[in-house]
């Protein structure tokens, strides 16, 4: 890596509320209510840099509880707080609907999802009066978890992302992710606690200009190669209607040429289970 710098994430709040799935439910799979909001230190979108600046980002979901259809809409939105970057991507808010269709339950479930989704930049504008301030985008992500058994390997999650965007650039981004969860569970009392630890590598193609590029959209190759590794405690309560989780991220990320310079990022994450 030429140069690394860090990303520093604290998550201040996260509240979940959701209902455990159960077979009759299959067909329901995203019922959840959520929010959060963080705090970090540089904005990256799909390793894009959107502020090297301190920045809030936070967000909520709500589930859209349609007959046949069970739709979840979502809000979020990154802003940086300081030191606006001269690129005018510093702040970015998002609207998503999207659709999870389940094709196979635990122990090892796989998913299809389908979204769509509103991007604005509100000063966008700073970087070239030319830019709309608001895209769309159109995505798609399939989700596996596998085991291999004669490796002694419980569960591998497997993660295909495809993306495009239909409003501004007409770019499309693709990524493949592949995490494994090692860890082990201890009762106190009747409170149980969980230490994971959640290796991930992922490589990302797109044809998305970074801030290094300018003129014509460059041609489709590659993006980044993503290595993460997670250390999450889990905490279970008796009633068994709350649980937390505290999670420690590490991550680095190599990046093509034309978004920048390689990153690397550091974050703790704590957050709140209500079934």
């Known amino acids: 890596m030429r140069h690394l710098s860090s990303r520093q994430a604290g998550v201040l709040l996260v509240l ?47 589930p859209l509880r349609l007959p046949r259809i069970p739709l979840q809409l979502q809000v979020d939105g990154w802003t ?12 970015q808010y998002a609207f998503t609907v999207h659709y999870q269709h389940i094709l196979a339950d635990r122990p090892h479930p796989k998913s299809v999802v389908f979204g769509y989704v509103e991007y604005w930049n509100p000063n966008v504008g700073q970087l070239s009066p030319r830019l709309a301030s608001r895209t769309r985008e159109l995505r798609a992500s399939a989700l596996a978890d596998v085991g291999i058994p004669s490796e002694g390997i419980r569960t591998v999650s497997l993660r295909l ?35 994971s630890a959640i290796p991930t590598i992922a490589v990302s193609m797109s044809d998305l200009r970074g801030p290094r590029a300018s003129g014509t959209r460059p041609a489709f190759g590659f993006h980044s190669a993503d ?38 990022w550091v974050g703790i994450r704590q957050s709140f289970l209500i079934l």
């Not at 995203?30 to 301190?54: M, T």
Request: charged share 20%; glycine share 8%.
């Open 16 to 62: 979940l509320c959701s209902a455990t799935p159960v077979a009759s439910q299959i067909r329901v799979p995203d019922d959840s209510i959520a929010a959060f909001v963080a705090v970090e230190s540089e904005l990256l979108w799909r390793n894009l840099s959107l502020a090297d600046a301190l920045g809030l980002r936070s967000g909520v979901a709500y």
């Open 80 to 91: 940086a707080l300081a030191q606006r970057p001269t690129s005018g991507y510093g702040d």
């Open 161 to 195: 992302d495809v993306a495009r965007d239909i409003s501004r650039e007409n770019a499309t981004w693709i990524r493949g992710a592949a995490s494994a969860s090692i860890g082990a569970t201890v009762q106190h009392g009747e409170t149980d606690y969980s230490v």
């Open 227 to 264: 290595a993460e590794l997670d250390i999450e405690l889990r905490t279970r309560w008796p009633t068994e209607s709350l649980h937390s989780s505290t999670t420690l991220q590490l991550g680095s990320s190599i990046r093509a040429e034309r978004l920048g310079a390689n990153i690397g």
